[in-house]
C-alpha cells in the first residue's frame, strides 16, 4: 500500500522526479565508471608485472631471491618436475629459467644486463616475450648463439640484428665465463627499463655457459587465470610446497614476490571507497535539496494528511518509499550508464601514450581498459542507497512535522 | 546594478533553508578539493624532499658533465670557496661536500663492484635522513677515516657484519690506486632496495685521502629552506657564483635533474588525480543545476508575477544570475576557509593511512602524509566549482526568457 | 688482450722473412715474436687526456701465451700495487691493505689502471691468434722492408667484441699497428709502435701507443726503458703468493 502511494506520488511531479534522478544517474555513473578505470588500471597493472618474468608462481632456491647468484641455483630438477606436475592442475603451464646478472658489451659500449636463459616455447606461453618480439624472430631451442634483445637495450648499445654481443658473467666454478651471440629478435616492453635490463638465451646455452649442468635458477608457473587477490595463488603454492618438501626451496606468489604491487592494490581499493563516499555527500546535497523542495511543495498534502489522522510515522514512511523507488531506479539506470559507458570504451581501450613517459616509469600501462567489479558496483549501489535513504530522513522528519494549521495556511 | 544585486541577496535568504543547502554542496566541493589538491601537493612535496633527502638534496653543484658521467676527475677544485658563497646565499637551510668513487668493494667471500660516498659525517647529518637510517651499529663521528656505512642488503650480500672488515679498491682521482680497509660501523636500512644494495659510505677526509683528492669534491648537496626556494638559490648561485668567480666550470642541477624519474611520476598522479577532480566537478555541477533548476520551477508564479508589472526577461535573468554568483561566492569562500581550516589541522597532525607503510616507504616517504596549503591549492579547485557553477545555472536562468506571464501565473 | 701482450713478448730466434707465408703465419710468428717464451721488462706507461696526465713505471713478467704478471713500481705511492693474469683467472693486490683480490666479471670491462685498456683486454692476451681468421690484403715496400697487411675477420662464435682487426705486419715479423673496428667496420681504437731498435738481444719496436679513433688526444703510451727476452721463467713467478711479493 506505502509503495504504491509512493510510487504514484514520484510520478507525480515528473519534471522533479527527473531532475532528482539526473543527480543520482550522474553521481552512480561517475561511481561506476571511475571504478572501472581504476580497477581496469590495476588488473593490467598486475598483468604486466607478472608477465615480465614473475609468473603467478615461482620456485627458487631459499637464498636466491636476496642474492641472486649462480651458486642459489637449484639442481634437483627431477624431484622439482615431479612436485610440478603431481600438484598442479592439468593445463597450469610453467617453465625453468636460469637467471643470472651479467655483463654485456660490444665494441663500444657496455653495460650490466639481467641474461635469461629460456626454454623458447614454454616461455612463450608464460609470459610476455611470447608476444613482444616487434623484429627479428623469437628464439628456439637448438639455437645456440643467437639471443634477443629489448628496443631499448638495441637503442642504448646502438647495435641491430645480426650484430654480436658478447656476455660475461661467473660460472659455477667462480671462473669468468663468457660468449658470443648474435642478435637475432628484438622485443618491446611496457617499460624501457625491462627493455634495458633482460635479455634472453635458451635455457640450454645458458646453462652450459655457467656450467650449470641441469640445475636452474627459477621456476615461474602461470595459473590459467589472474586471480587479483591472490587466493587461487596461495592455495597453489601450498600445495606444491608441501609437494616438494624441501625447505631449500622456496616457493612464492606474485603477491610475495611484488610486496609493492599488493601495497598498492589495497591502498588503491581503500580511496575508491573513500572516493565513492565524497561523490555521495557531492551528490547527497542536491538530493537533499531538491526532495526538501518537493515537501515544502506538497505541505498542503501532509497537512491534509495529518488531519485526515495519518501519524507521523506513516508520512516518513512514505517519503523514505519514494526517496526509495527514486535511488533504486538511479542506481538502476546509473549502473546501465556505467555498464554502456564502460563497453563503449573498452572495445579499443584508452590509450594513455600520451602519458607514456612518467607511465611506463610507474609501470602504469600504456592501454587501459576499463573493467567493472561485481564487489564495487555493490559497494556503490549500497553506499548510495543506504546513505540516500540516510539524508531522505531529514526531509521526511520535516514533512512528518508539518501540522494541519500551518499546512493549510500555506497558500 | 546595485539594485538587482540587493534585491538578489535579499531573494536568496527568502528561502534560507534551500539556500544553506545549496551553499553547503558549493562549500563542500570547494572544500574537498582544497583539502585533496593541497593533500596531493603536500605528498608530492613529501616525496621529493624525502627522495632529496636520502641523497640528491635540493640541489646540488658539481662540475659540468659529473651528472651525466661521473668521471673521478670532473670534481669541484676549491670546495672552501663554494662554501664560503653558499653561506652568503639566503633560502638555503644547509649543504654539504661528497665525494664518489667506483671500487670493488670486497669481504672474505664476496666482491661486488660499487660506489663508495664520501661523506662530512656532522653536514651530511642536516642535510640528509642517512643517519637516522642506521639501524644496527652507530653513524659516522667527525674523524672517523676508515669506518664504513652499509647499506642493509649490502652487508648481506658480501656477507658482512658490524665491525667486520671491508677491503675497497678503485682509482684515485690522479689515476694512482686507492686502496683501503674499512672497518664497518654502521649498516642503514632506507627501505628503497637500489639504495640499500648499492651504497657504501665513509668519512669524507679518509676518501679524500684513499682516493686522492686533495681539498676537492665531487658535490656540494644543498637543502633549501623549502621546495618553493629551490629555483630561486638556483638562480642566485649562476648568476653571482657561476658566472662570476672563476666558477665557469661548474652547474648547478637541480632535484628534476638529477631525478627525472620523479618529476615524470608526479606529473603522471597529477593527470589520474585531476581526472577524479573532474568527475567530482561535474556531479557538484549536476547537483547545483538541480537545486536551480528546482528553484527557478518553484518561482514560475513569482516570475509571471514581475514580468506582468513591466519586468523584462532579460532583467529577470539577470536578477536570477546574481542570486547563483552570492551563493557560489559565499558558498566557495566557505568552502575555502573550512577547507583551509581542515587542511592546516592535518598538515599540523599528519594524516596516518593504515596499509600503506611498504608502498610508502619504497618511495622513502614515512608513514605519515602532511597536506601542504598554498595559494594554489587553496583557490584552483573552488575557481574550477565558481566556473562550472555558474556554467550550469547559466542553463535554468535562460529558461526564464521562454517564460510567458499568463501560463507562468497560472502555475502553482 | 692483444695489444698489452704484444708490449710484452719477443721470440728468441729471429725469424728470417719468407716469400710466401699465409697470413696465418704471419699473425702467429709475429705474435710469438712479441711474446717470446719469457720475458721480462720495465715499460713507462703514460696515460694522457686533454686536460691531464698521468705517467707509472711497471715491471712485466710474461711467460708463454697467457701468463703475466705487471707491477707497478713508480710512483712510489702506488709501488708493489700488482695484476697477475694466469690461466683464465686475475687477479690484483694492494700492498697498502695486503689482500689479493679476484676481478669479477663486472671489473672485466672497466679500464686497467685508468688506461685506454681493459681488464679484459689483459685477460684476453692470446684472443688475436685463437679467435681470428686472417687474410692478406696486399704487400708494400717500405723502407726497404716489406709489410704485409692483414685483415682479421673474428670466427663466428668467438667471444671477442670487435668486428674486424687490421695489422700491419713488416716483413721480420715486428707489429707495426692494429686497428680495432666495431660491426659497421669503423674505427674504434688504434695501437701504433714504432722506434724500432736492438733490445733484449732482436729488433723490437720500444715505443707503443694506444688511442681512440675519434679522440686523438686521447691515449695511453709505452716506452720500453728495458727488455730481456729468456727461454723459461719459473712458474712460481705466475702465482697468488708472488703477486704479493714480487721482486722489484
Known amino acids: 500500500m506505502v509503495a504504491i502511494l509512493a510510487w504514484r506520488n514520484i510520478w507525480r511531479n515528473p519534471r522533479r522526479t527527473i531532475v532528482i534522478l539526473l543527480a543520482v544517474i550522474i553521481g552512480v555513473w561517475s561511481m561506476i565508471f571511475l571504478g572501472a578505470l581504476m580497477r581496469g588500471m590495476e588488473t593490467e597493472m598486475v598483468r604486466n608485472s607478472i608477465s615480465t618474468l614473475t609468473g603467478s608462481i615461482q620456485i627458487h632456491h631459499r637464498e636466491y631471491r636476496n642474492d641472486p647468484v649462480v651458486e642459489n641455483c637449484m639442481d634437483g630438477i627431477d624431484k622439482l618436475n615431479q612436485a610440478l606436475s603431481t600438484s598442479l592442475d592439468p593445463g597450469i603451464l610453467w617453465a625453468k629459467r636460469v637467471r643470472v646478472n651479467a655483463i654485456a658489451s660490444n665494441a663500444r659500449h657496455t653495460g650490466g644486463v639481467t641474461l635469461v636463459g629460456i626454454e623458447p616455447e614454454k616461455e612463450a606461453k608464460i609470459s610476455f616475450i611470447g608476444k613482444a618480439m616487434i623484429s627479428g624472430r623469437y628464439l628456439t631451442t637448438e639455437d645456440k648463439n643467437k639471443i634477443i634483445v629489448g628496443r631499448a637495450f638495441l637503442k642504448k648499445f646502438n647495435t641491430k640484428i645480426n650484430n654480436k654481443l658478447i656476455l660475461m658473467s661467473q660460472d659455477t666454478q667462480k671462473e669468468i665465463a663468457s660468449k658470443a651471440f648474435r642478435i637475432v629478435g628484438v622485443f618491446s616492453a611496457e617499460s624501457e627499463a625491462v627493455e634495458k635490463q633482460f635479455i634472453f638465451i635458451p635455457l640450454l646455452q645458458a646453462a652450459k655457459m655457467l656450467k650449470m649442468g641441469d640445475s636452474i635458477s627459477e621456476v615461474s608457473i602461470m595459473l590459467s587465470r589472474l586471480d587479483i587477490t591472490g587466493k587461487k595463488e596461495t592455495l597453489a603454492a601450498k600445495r606444491l610446497t608441501a609437494a616438494i618438501a624441501d625447505d631449500t626451496y622456496r616457493v612464492e606468489t606474485w603477491q610475495q614476490l611484488l610486496p609493492m604491487m599488493k601495497a598498492y592494490l589495497e591502498m588503491s581499493g581503500f580511496f575508491l571507497y573513500i572516493w565513492y563516499f565524497v561523490v555521495f555527500v557531492a551528490m547527497g546535497f542536491g538530493i537533499v535539496n531538491t526532495s526538501l523542495m518537493a515537501i515544502f511543495e506538497r505541505m498542503r498534502e501532509f497537512g491534509l494528511m495529518k488531519a485526515l489522522g495519518m501519524r507521523p510515522f506513516q508520512i516518513i514512511k512514505g517519503v523514505v518509499t519514494e526517496t526509495f523507488f527514486l535511488l533504486v531506479i538511479g542506481i538502476l539506470a546509473g549502473n546501465i550508464l556505467g555498464f554502456l559507458s564502460v563497453a563503449a570504451i573498452s572495445k579499443n581501450g584508452i590509450d594513455l601514450s600520451a602519458l607514456a613517459a612518467g607511465a611506463q616509469m610507474w609501470g602504469i600501462p600504456r592501454k587501459l581498459y576499463p573493467e567493472i567489479w561485481a564487489q564495487d558496483v555493490a559497494v556503490a549501489g549500497l553506499v548510495v542507497l543506504a546513505l540516500g535513504l540516510l539524508v531522505s530522513l531529514y526531509p521526511a522528519f520535516k514533512a512528518a512535522r508539518f501540522t494541519p494549521t500551518q499546512a493549510m495556511r500555506k497558500n | 546594478m546595485s539594485i538587482e544585486l540587493k534585491m538578489a541577496w535579499r531573494n536568496i535568504w527568502r528561502n534560507p533553508r534551500r539556500t544553506l543547502l545549496t551553499i553547503s554542496a558549493i562549500a563542500f566541493a570547494s572544500m574537498i578539493l582544497v583539502f585533496m589538491l593541497s593533500f596531493q601537493l603536500g605528498c608530492y612535496e613529501t616525496m621529493i624532499n624525502t627522495s632529496v633527502k636520502i641523497s640528491t638534496g635540493h640541489l646540488q653543484i658539481q662540475a659540468k658533465g659529473y651528472l651525466k658521467d661521473k668521471k673521478m676527475r670532473l670534481v669541484i677544485k676549491d670546495p672552501e670557496q663554494v662554501a664560503k658563497f653558499l653561506d652568503t646565499v639566503e633560502g638555503i637551510d644547509t649543504y654539504t661536500f661528497r665525494a664518489n668513487g667506483f671500487s670493488l668493494v670486497s669481504s672474505d667471500t664476496r666482491t661486488y663492484g660499487v660506489v663508495v660516498t664520501g661523506i662530512d659525517p656532522l653536514k651530511e647529518a642536516h642535510v640528509s635522513s642517512i643517519k637516522s637510517l642506521v639501524r644496527k651499529g652507530s653513524y659516522l663521528k667527525e674523524d672517523d677515516e676508515t669506518a664504513a656505512l652499509i647499506g642493509e642488503l649490502l652487508s648481506h650480500n658480501l656477507k658482512v657484519d658490524i665491525n667486520d672488515e671491508l677491503t675497497i679498491l678503485g682509482q684515485g682521482k690522479d689515476g694512482s690506486i686507492a686502496a683501503a680497509v674499512l672497518t664497518i660501523k654502521g649498516i642503514f636500512t632506507s627501505g628503497i632496495d637500489e639504495f640499500d644494495r648499492n651504497v657504501i659510505m665513509m668519512g669524507l677526509k679518509g676518501f679524500q685521502e684513499i682516493f686522492s683528492m686533495g681539498k676537492s669534491v665531487h658535490e656540494a648537496v644543498i637543502t633549501a629552506d623549502s621546495l618553493g626556494d629551490v629555483s630561486m638559490v638556483k638562480q642566485e648561485i649562476q648568476n653571482n657564483f657561476l658566472k662570476i668567480k672563476g666558477g665557469e666550470y661548474l652547474a648547478v642541477p637541480d632535484w628534476m635533474e638529477i631525478m627525472p624519474g620523479l618529476l615524470q611520476g608526479i606529473q603522471m598522479d597529477l593527470v589520474s588525480g585531476i581526472i577524479m577532480y573532474i568527475i567530482l566537478v561535474i556531479v557538484v555541477a549536476f547537483s547545483i543545476f538541480n537545486t536551480f533548476l528546482m528553484a527557478i520551477f518553484e518561482r514560475t508564479r513569482e516570475f509571471g508575477v514581475m514580468m506582468a508589472i513591466g519586468t523584462t526577461p532579460s532583467r529577470i535573468t539577470k536578477l536570477v544570475m546574481f542570486e547563483s554568483i552570492c551563493m557560489t561566492i559565499v558558498g566557495i569562500l566557505l568552502g575555502i576557509i573550512i577547507g583551509s581550516l581542515v587542511t592546516l589541522y592535518f598538515q599540523n597532525k599528519g594524516i596516518y593511512i593504515a596499509g600503506t607503510e611498504d608502498i610508502l616507504k619504497q618511495y622513502g616517504i614515512p608513514d605519515r602524509l602532511y597536506p601542504r596549503l598554498s595559494l594554489i591549492s587553496a583557490t584552483a579547485g573552488p575557481l574550477v566549482v565558481f566556473v562550472i557553477t555558474f556554467v550550469s545555472s547559466v542553463f535554468p536562468a535562460l529558461k526564464i526568457r521562454k517564460l510567458k506571464p499568463v501560463e507562468a501565473m497560472n502555475n502553482i | ?248
Do not use: C
Open chain 3, 1 to 248: 688482450m692483444k695489444k698489452l701482450i704484444l708490449i710484452v713478448g719477443i721470440l728468441f730466434f729471429a725469424v728470417s722473412s719468407q716469400a710466401q707465408m699465409t697470413a696465418e703465419t704471419i699473425v702467429k710468428k709475429a705474435f710469438d715474436y712479441w711474446r717470446g717464451e719469457a720475458s721480462v721488462s720495465t715499460i713507462t706507461m703514460t696515460i694522457h687526456r686533454p686536460d691531464w696526465e698521468r705517467s707509472m713505471t711497471i715491471k712485466a713478467w710474461t711467460r708463454g701465451e697467457s701468463d703475466s704478471l705487471f707491477v707497478i713500481t713508480n710512483p712510489a705511492k702506488d709501488r708493489g700495487n700488482s695484476t697477475l693474469k694466469a690461466g683464465k683467472g686475475m687477479w690484483i693486490y694492494n700492498p697498502k691493505v695486503n689482500r689479493v683480490i679476484k676481478l669479477p666479471p663486472s671489473m672485466m670491462s672497466q679500464s686497467w689502471q685508468g688506461s685506454d685498456f681493459s681488464n679484459n683486454d689483459l685477460a684476453k692476451s692470446d684472443s688475436l691468434i685463437k679467435d681470428y681468421v686472417h687474410t692478406l690484403e696486399d704487400t708494400k715496400i717500405v723502407q726497404d722492408k716489406k709489410v704485409y697487411s692483414i685483415k682479421s675477420i673474428p670466427k663466428p662464435d668467438a667471444p671477442v667484441i670487435w668486428g674486424m682487426i687490421k695489422l700491419k705486419i713488416r716483413e721480420d715479423n715486428i707489429l707495426l699497428s692494429e686497428v680495432f673496428f666495431d660491426e659497421d667496420l669503423e674505427a674504434v681504437k688504434i695501437m701504433t709502435a714504432w722506434d724500432i731498435r736492438m733490445a733484449g738481444g732482436k729488433l723490437f719496436p720500444l715505443k707503443w701507443k694506444m688511442e681512440k679513433s675519434d679522440a686523438k688526444d686521447e691515449y695511453t703510451r709505452f716506452v720500453y726503458e728495458k727488455i730481456d727476452f729468456k727461454k723459461s721463467l719459473n712458474k712460481n713467478i705466475f702465482t697468488r703468493t708472488h703477486l704479493k711479493n714480487p721482486d722489484i
